[in-house]
């Protein structure tokens, strides 16, 4: 089986009148790796459940491919939608070898006996476990098991692959290998993925498309790069990125942004008067020393392929946080106060009132 669209239209869950989606539409086409990133509470799981077949939606709609899987008066059973889904926990049969849990979904569906001997060989070659066939779960380490897990998922060969959260408990080295590994199976299986995650690392190295949700809507849709480069609200910035654009509140007063009483730079569009929210990537700050009009108190440095991260708190009357990217370590310690210098003109302005963008020609 290779994989299907996916398209949700209008689709809602409530639970005792509260939604957790609150009408999402999208659609990826066949062979797409959506992510559906957000913070906590936000619907991701919901909307996987609700793909998998473990919810039912209150309104709205899911196809796969031409087949209506969700919608008002139907509802395909989970096992015949043709999904699988890797969650955290491997939860691995302990009675049954590593072939026998690879083996048992095909057995659940009665593919002939010659036909599972081939797909098991298949897939654990595919997961690269071959020599572990005849261990049992116990004498398995944890990367182990996920592997045993993920092949006895793809065995039946799903044209839909759910994952939530699948890396959340692996350390950071280990998160990086297995985020290319499953990469790797996504493509080899040919199947649809949806992969739930709040770190938007993660969203931006795997997804062709991402949905990032908020309070059950989505905010933004599209590839990942475009949510970077184009950000449709403060929310997108402040979110996506590594680090994520500084926004900050500021005053427009005779073509100048204001900023905590502090005159930060032009603004040409004409928006005298208002109050809006102006975007400077970290990349466009540059550090300066103490003398400077706007200074910022230290917290850390990170190194960032090859540049420095600089973190701090503005001392102006908000405690802003703000991100300077540097191309040489700095000589500060935490507490230190370093000067900010910012560009003439702010990245992008977004509405005070709903965070929508107002200019991108600042
Ligand atoms: N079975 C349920 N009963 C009642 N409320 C629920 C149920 N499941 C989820 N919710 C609520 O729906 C909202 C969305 O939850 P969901 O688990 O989909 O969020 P999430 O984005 O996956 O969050 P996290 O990243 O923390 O897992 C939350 O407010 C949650 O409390």
Redesign the pocket.
């Known amino acids: 089986m290779s994989g299907s669209s996916i398209a949700l239209k209008a689709l809602r ?1 409530d ?2 009148g ?4 609150d009408g999402i539409d999208l659609e990826v086409p066949a062979g797409s790796f959506l992510v ?1 990133l ?12 609700m793909l998998a077949g473990l ?1 039912h939606p209150t309104g709205g709609e899911i196809r796969f491919g031409e087949r209506q899987i969700a919608g008002p008066g139907i509802s395909v059973n989970a096992a015949q939608r043709g999904v699988g889904m890797v969650f955290q926990s491997y939860a691995l049969w302990p009675h049954m070898s590593v072939q026998g849990n690879v083996e048992w979904p095909l057995k659940i569906a009665r593919r002939p006996a010659a036909e599972r001997r081939r797909r098991v060989a298949e897939v654990l070659d595919l997961l690269d476990i071959g020599e572990l066939a005849k261990r049992y779960p116990a004498e398995l380490s944890g990367g182990q098991q996920q592997r045993v897990a993920i092949a006895r998922t793809i065995a039946p060969d799903p044209s839909v692959l759910l994952f ?2 699948p890396l959340s408990n692996l350390d950071a080295k280990l998160r990086v290998d297995t985020r290319a590994e499953l990469l790797r199976i996504h493509r080899a299986t040919g199947a649809t993925s949806v992969y ?3 770190d938007q690392v993660e969203a931006m190295s795997m997804a062709t498309h991402v949905a990032l ?1 908020r309070g ?1 809507r989505i905010e933004q849709f599209g590839p990942p790069a475009e949510l970077l480069a184009d950000p449709a609200s403060d929310f997108v910035a402040t979110f996506m990125g590594t680090p994520a654009a500084n926004v900050l509140n500021v005053e427009v007063k005779a073509r100048r942004a204001v900023f905590d009483g502090h005159d930060i730079g032009r603004i040409d569009a004409a928006l005298d008067g208002r109050r809006v929210r102006a975007m400077y990537r970290a990349e466009s700050l540059r550090l300066a020393g103490p003398e400077a009009s706007i200074t910022a108190t230290f917290a850390e440095s990170a190194p960032l392929a090859g540049r420095f991260v600089i973190t701090g708190t503005l001392r102006t009357r908000s405690t802003q946080r703000i991100s300077v990217i540097t191309d040489a370590p700095p000589a500060l310690s935490p507490g230190d106060e370093f000067g900010v210098l910012f560009p003439e003109r702010p990245d992008r302005l977004f509405s005070a009132e709903d965070g929508t963008v107002v200019s991108t020609a600042c």
């Open positions: 869950k639970f005792r509260t939604a957790a989606v559906l957000g913070p906590s509470g936000c619907g991701k799981t919901t909307t996987l459940r919810e939530d959260e739930v995650t709040h949700l059950g």
